[in-house]
């Protein structure tokens, strides 16, 4: 089955610090990636549209300096928080649709990342 | 985890209301939510409900919770083609420390609105 892992799972980082989270679709093309932020038990928000080769689409209210989305292959994208402060603690999710799937409406989730800014 | 369902398919004419369905187990659940889910695009969150609530209005958008029953719906009033689209339902329970986040989905339910 398709399977969309993101590394790391978790990271604890000092304020002011910069971020990088990998999502990569493990056996499967993804043109789409997608990332979303999650508070602590929380609803699913979505940030920002990754599409490969191309610049990221993001939502109202998400800054796109501050959160920098690269989609450089079909199975990698990656969102690095910048200058991270306390407020962007959250767990983020990634998830990726599969091109070439029987059902390419169906969005695959990464396990998600846990950030922690001190 | 947590069970979620939802009927897979529901077709509406353009202007009838919509009805979306959605049952779980978690008897603990605080927050249920509705998502839109548009071809191409990521899920965006239509709405919520708390548990301590029975209904919820927004503009067309209407949901009903039966907590008894562990029963939730999103109705679309005077549904339109631009409502076509998948439809998730999640719940979580905040206060279950267990898990990284909870938040468990329904498999989603295809509304196709015809003209």
């Known amino acids: 089955g398709a399977v969309v892992s993101q590394h790391p799972s978790r990271v604890i980082c000092k304020s002011g610090t910069s971020v990088k989270i990998e999502c990569r679709s493990l056996?499967?093309?993804?043109?789409?990636m997608f990332w979303y932020r999650q508070f602590p038990k929380q609803s699913l928000m979505l940030m920002a549209t990754s599409n490969e080769g191309s610049k990221a689409t993001y939502e109202q209210g998400v800054e796109k300096d501050k959160f920098l989305i690269n989609h450089a292959s079909l199975t990698l994208s990656t969102l690095t928080v910048t200058s991270a402060h306390p407020e962007d603690s959250s767990f983020y999710i990634c998830?990726?649709?599969?091109?070439?799937?029987?059902?390419?409406?169906?969005?695959?989730f990464g396990p998600g990342t846990r950030l922690t800014v001190l | 985890g947590e069970d979620v369902e939802q009927s897979l398919f529901l077709s509406v004419r353009e202007g009838d209301s919509s009805v979306i369905n959605c049952t779980y187990t978690?008897?603990?659940?605080?927050?249920l939510y509705w998502y839109k889910q548009e071809p191409g695009a990521g899920l965006q969150l239509l709405t919520y409900i708390f548990s301590n609530m029975d209904m919820k209005q927004d503009q067309r958008l209407t949901v009903l919770l039966n907590k008894k029953d562990k029963h939730l719906s999103l109705r679309i009033a005077d549904t339109q083609t631009g409502d076509s689209a998948i439809y998730f339902c999640?719940?979580?329970?905040?206060?279950?420390?267990?898990?990284?986040?909870?938040?468990?989905f329904g498999t989603g339910t295809r509304l196709t609105v015809i003209p």
């Open positions: 999640a719940e979580t329970n905040p206060l279950d420390q267990t898990g990284a986040n909870n938040l468990f």
């Open positions: 056996d499967f093309q993804a043109t789409t």
């Open positions: 978690d008897s603990s659940s605080t927050y």
């Open positions: 998830s990726a649709r599969d091109l070439y799937g029987a059902s390419t409406d169906t969005q695959y």
